[in-house]
């Protein structure tokens, strides 16, 4: 009896112990991973905010051009240059899973090769898009746009060509370098570029008066800084362990990137279109040119407080494909609305369409975060259902509907759009809520395992590493001018060269070999 109560006495306090430990232990991961979170958040946040920025003060100068430039250049912006940039920041989307999930499993030559296929898939689906930048104005003629707005919008439009080509390293590089949270390069070069673009845009467009010539050619230079400094960083050694050079094994098996690439394109390109489909049903009202300029002051500026979101968008995208791998803004005012433009009636209808761009905000803060989960994870073919089904059969029917029943005009239209991105939400938090994250473990390592390049690389007599070996050799060999072949590659077997006796000393298995010869013929004589 005593010692029973002297065991429930010892237990109690080991118990309460056990309870502290894991509270404490508890509150280190929280804290831990915050850590983590902010390492990968706070460049990204400040990065989308410097990109996104890129557009804004673009938009900023081109509005003091005039209305129709302004419109002009938001139906390009919005239209074309966000539909090319679905598809590519989609396709991008793959190599972030696959490199954070490689990256994970310590698998890291592997994220190179990711990243090199990430280039060819991308490289050849913009030559695809270019037709749309070339052919812009006959198309946007079709798509019901006004003939004035649709002639300036196709010379901006051949500008942009630039802007869609730089998307192939800038997204890359960015996703590649985050997966091993090395986004710090990212932010300082996004800094550079946004301040050098401010300057450029006011030199060009406001000093020596270039307009849209001006307004455009700073905002290609200003996209272009920041890739070529990635690109320099990678290949100068910034990523040793990663980056092991060009290698033939990108050209290897791309068929299974390719699918995923095109199913996180689904998933991205429903949700980035959805803007796009708001400013083309404006364009269909009466007044668009000036409802078109309200509306794009507004997206803007809810775009650039979403980069806040998007920042843990992607923290929660590396966090996440890195753990499975393992194992384990405020509404606008009018006076916002004068910095992009100096039309009064355009600054009347961004203070009207403010509610909503509140609201809108609101729903920016969470549906990103969601997003960059499934992305982590992998689950970009759900994520592309969920958005058909909550954006083009919700969404987009209420935004038509509702300004024919209410007379709201765009308010009517933004106000369905917003109903199907809260649906949206709302659908991405209970698929995350009920996911079984045991399982998704084991799909990771069965994608990384699939996928796996590891040994291909490492084994030094694959045969891409013989293809490059061959391909430095000739290179040496036309360099040194001594030989066409190199002997260690080519043997080739027509006899022996004829030499001088003199210069070769006869060798010595030879001789041993005769005199031996000659014992035993003597030894033969004499037992003869």
Known sequence: ?????????????????????????????????????????????????????????????????????????????????????????????????????????????????????????????????????????????????????????????????????AFIASFTCQMFLQAQSKNMVIAYLAAFSIAIHILLSWLLTVKFNFGITGAMTSTILAYWIPNLGQLLFVKCGGCPETWKGFSFLAFKDLWPVVKLSLYSGAMLCLELWYNTILILLTGYMKNAEVYIDALSICLNVNG????????????????????????????????????????QEVAAAVRDLSPLLAVSMLLNSVQPVISGVAVGAGWQTIVAYVNIGCYYFIGVPDGVVLPKILHLQVKGIWMGMLFGTFVQTAALIIITYKTDWDKQVVIAQNRINKWNLHEAIMHEDSAEYEKGIIIEEYRKGFRLGKRLLRPSMVKVSAGPRPVKPEQVPPPEDQDTSESSEESTESTKTESA
């Open 304 to 343: 650039w407080g979403m980069m806040i979101s998007l920042g843990f968008y992607a923290a929660a995208s590396v966090r996440v494909s890195n753990e499975l791998g393992r194992g384990s803004a405020k509404a606008a005012k009018e006076r916002l609305a004068y910095i992009f433009t100096a039309n």
């Open 1 to 165: 009896m005593e010692g029973e109560l002297k065991k429930k006495l010892l237990q109690r306090p080991t118990t309460l112990d056990d309870s502290l430990e894991e509270e404490l232990s508890l509150k280190k991961k929280i804290w831990r991973e915050n850590k983590k979170m902010w390492v990968v958040a706070g460049p990204a946040i400040f990065t989308r905010f410097s990109t996104f920025g890129i557009n804004v003060i673009s938009q900023a100068f081109i509005g003091h051009i005039g209305s129709t430039e302004l419109a002009a250049y938001a139906l390009v912006i919005t239209v074309l240059v966000r539909f090319a940039n679905g598809i590519l920041l989609g396709m991008a989307s793959a190599s972030e899973t696959l490199c954070g999930q490689a990256f994970g499993a310590k698998q890291y030559p592997v994220l190179g090769i990711y990243l090199q296929r990430s280039w060819i898939v991308l490289f050849v689906t913009s030559m695809f898009l270019l037709p749309i930048f070339i052919f812009a104005t006959p198309i946007l003629e079709v798509l019901g746009q006004e003939e004035s707005i649709a002639k300036v919008a196709g010379k901006i439009s051949i500008w942009s060509i630039g802007i869609v080509f």
